[in-house]
Nanobody, 124 residues
């Protein structure tokens, strides 16, 4: 069974940083492009960041969010800096074998594999 598991979520104050991790079982992350999406209560799911299978290309919705990966460790991360209350959401790690080209990397339907999500809460 192919599974993605997010970790690292929690509560932080505005201006602080948080790093989310994504690990996989049942699939070799090396062969997959990875995306992070988030969904806040009452809002639509939105793109956060993505990275190609070899880490050579990345996209981010905000310069505060930095995606990276280490295929040797089969792990990837989402570094989130200068967090704001509006960043509060459930964050999902996703994976796809679709070629990492153009606008498709920002579309949720590009990614067939999703984790259960990790809650990030930013408040004072």
């Amino acid at each position: 069974q192919r599974q993605l598991v997010e970790s690292g979520g929690g509560w932080v104050q505005p201006g602080e940083s948080l790093r989310l991790s994504c690990a996989a079982s049942g699939l070799t992350l090396t062969y997959y492009a990875i995306g992070w999406f988030r969904q806040a209560p009452g809002k639509e799911r939105e793109f956060v960041a993505s990275i190609s299978w070899n880490g050579g290309s990345t996209h981010s919705a905000d310069d505060r969010f930095i995606i990276s990966r280490d295929n040797a460790k089969s792990t990837l991360w989402l570094q989130m800096n200068s967090l704001k209350p509006e960043d509060t959401a459930v964050y999902y790690c996703t994976a796809t074998t679709v070629p990492y080209i153009g606008a498709v990397v920002r579309r949720a339907d590009t990614y067939p594999y999703w984790g259960q999500g990790t809650q990030v809460t930013v408040s004072s």
